[in-house]
């Protein structure tokens, strides 16, 4: 007994269906044999019927009604066939084997060949109970002498042959359910294991062990399915492994600037300073207090982005004074490493969208620029439109550049390529995220050396759309 289960569901829907499919096909089989059988038969006698029909019209059974008889028994015998003479009533009158019973014929062929046609019953003969089949046909001599021609054969070696298929081909089919049964097994064998090894697994990594993989070489659907188990354990203990270093960088990027603030606030309570060294203390705590309210905002705004929970005000923008105000809040720290800012921008690009969470994005990819340009150098910022519908922001320096293997990672969450230069890992994965909240995509280009270039697409305002004539861009500094 196979045990409840998607094996047991496999064997009995395979079995099912090859059984149905078989049942149909022997049983048109054998009917087909049957008929083609008894209708053999059949045409034989018709045939027969037919050809001595035409000796009787050009022939001559004229005479007494005994010679006439004879004349019939002689003409339509029929070899291996009884042939009977019959009153229109029924009555035997004579028959070929000599025996002539007192009895009338109530079989169905007698009306129907004293109606014209060509009469045929199958069925048991009385008395002897044998399977025969019996063919009657009307016959007019001298247009007023009326006889029933009756053949009646035994259909008894037919029937034997046709229970001899019968039989054979129910011994093919049992065959071929045996032998579907145990590919049935076999192929439910193949599906049930892998994924009973692969629910093990699951299990082991629903408890926490994701250090567990799924081993063997499975194919097609379950082959996927346990690669994409295997994958989603490594994004896991990847994950786990960025969080953990997320945790430890952020511990240090917070402790530093609590530390600084900590201690100069002792020193500032112990008094005794004069005022330019209080205006240093001071001026260092609220450096480090706004990198502190930086961090936290950026986590904030990270938990909502998971949450979903980031609403966005949104209303028709300006980008090239956007932009504007990006550089402005930019300035200040790019004068330190004597960078150039350059905007190119067309005049009369409005897009809808939330101006502050979009400064957010233009502004943390401007300090990235910055960040990572070398002094002296200079970072360009154009906007212009693509089409009728979308209009890009671009921001290309010419400074260290990303390698073409954290390219790919380096918008992951807590992705930081060079953890010693702090932060949270978290501006370009927000930054991805408020774009796509816009409806737009962020992508990025970079080569090691030699710098990157970040597009922000976004679609234009609606009142903007078809307006794709693009003006002539202008240098600001």
Request: with cysteine; aromatic share 6%; hydrophobic share 40%.
């Amino acid at each position: 007994m196979i045990k409840k289960g998607m094996r047991r569901q496999i064997v009995l829907h395979y079995i099912l269906v090859v059984f149905v499919a078989l049942l149909l096909v022997e049983t048109t089989f054998l009917l087909a044999i049957r008929t083609y059988y008894y209708d053999s038969i059949y045409t034989k006698i018709t045939t027969q019927i037919s050809a001595a029909e035409s000796m009787v019209k050009y022939g001559n059974l004229n005479g007494t009604s005994a010679n006439q008889l004879q004349g019939l028994l002689e003409l339509f015998n029929l070899e291996n066939t009884e042939l009977e003479v019959l009153t229109l009533k029924g009555d035997i009158i004579t028959s070929s084997t000599g025996f002539q019973p007192d009895r009338t014929i109530t079989t169905s062929d007698v009306p129907e060949a004293v109606g014209g046609s060509i009469g045929r019953w199958v069925g048991r003969q009385a008395g002897t109970n044998e399977s025969v089949m019996a063919v009657s046909k009307m016959v007019r001599i001298n247009t007023h002498d009326s006889y029933v021609l009756r053949y009646l054969s035994s259909m008894e070696g037919i029937n034997k042959d046709l229970l001899n298929l019968t039989l054979l081909s129910l011994g093919i089919g049992v065959a071929v359910l045996t032998i579907v049964l145990l590919l049935s097994f076999g192929l439910a064998n193949s599906i049930v294991r892998p994924l009973n090894n692969i629910t093990a697994v699951s299990a082991q990594m629903a408890k926490g062990k994701f250090t567990t993989r799924i081993k063997g070489d499975y194919r097609y659907e379950i082959g996927g399915l346990a690669s994409t188990l295997n994958y989603m354990a490594d994004e896991i203990v990847r994950s786990n492994q960025i969080k953990d270093d997320f945790i430890s960088s952020i511990s240090h990027e917070l402790r530093t600037p609590l530390t600084s603030i900590k201690g100069w606030s002792e020193t500032l309570v112990s008094g005794g300073y004069d005022p330019e060294e209080t205006k240093l203390g001071v001026g260092i705590i609220s450096r480090e207090s706004d990198r502190l309210i930086g961090l936290v905002e950026e986590i904030l705004d990270f938990s909502k982005l998971q949450q979903n929970e980031m609403k966005l005000s949104m209303g028709q923008v300006d980008i090239k004074v956007l932009l504007q105000e990006t550089l402005l809040n930019i300035w200040a720290k790019a004068e330190k490493k004597r960078i150039h800012l350059l905007l190119e921008c067309e005049e009369t690009i409005f897009i809808k969208g939330d101006a502050n969470r979009l400064k957010q994005v233009f502004l943390n990819l401007v300090d990235n620029a910055v960040k990572f340009s070398p002094e002296d150098s200079s970072i360009v910022l154009s906007a212009e439109r693509l089409s009728g519908i979308e209009m890009a922001v671009t921001v290309r320096d010419s400074g260290i550049g990303i390698s073409e293997a954290h390219l790919s990672r380096v918008r992951d969450r807590f992705f930081q390529v060079d953890a010693l230069n702090g932060g949270t890992g978290l501006g370009l994965a927000i930054s991805q995220q408020i774009v796509e909240l816009h409806n737009g995509k962020l992508e990025m280009d970079s080569e090691l050396g030699k710098g990157t270039q970040v597009t922000v697409i976004l679609p234009l305002d609606d009142s903007q759309q078809g307006n794709t004539r693009p003006g002539n861009p202008q240098l600001t500094s």
